[in-house]
């Protein structure tokens, strides 16, 4: 099946979860490999996608965990006004 094909048959939510979930991989690879600032570029693009769809399209776990895991890269640079706004956010959003 081309790509056209399976994206004419997949909801939105589904296109839109899977790049939100795929961003969060490409995130933790690059956090794995030392690539800070690309792992945060990635997270924040995950969190972008997410902001633009409309409300249950990706869940709410997808979106605590990538601002966990952007909290943490922000913290590895030294940034920890934007780490605690990011914990803050998915403690929010999944306080277990």
Not at 9 to 17: T, V
Not at 26 to 35: H, M, P, S, V
Not at 79 to 93: C, G, I, S, V
Request: aromatic letters at 4%.
């Amino acid at each position: 099946m081309t790509a056209a094909a399976l994206a004419t048959r997949l909801p939105d939510a589904d296109i839109a979860g899977s790049l939100v979930a795929r961003q969060l991989r490409t995130g933790l690879e690059y956090y794995a490999a030392g690539k800070i600032d690309a792992a945060i570029a990635a997270y924040q693009h995950g969190l972008a996608v997410a902001d633009n769809e409309q409300p249950g399209g990706v869940s709410v776990e997808a979106i605590s965990e990538l601002h966990s895991n952007l909290g943490n890269a922000c913290m590895v640079r030294g940034d920890l006004e934007q780490a605690a706004a990011n914990y803050k956010a998915a403690l929010r959003l999944a306080p277990s």
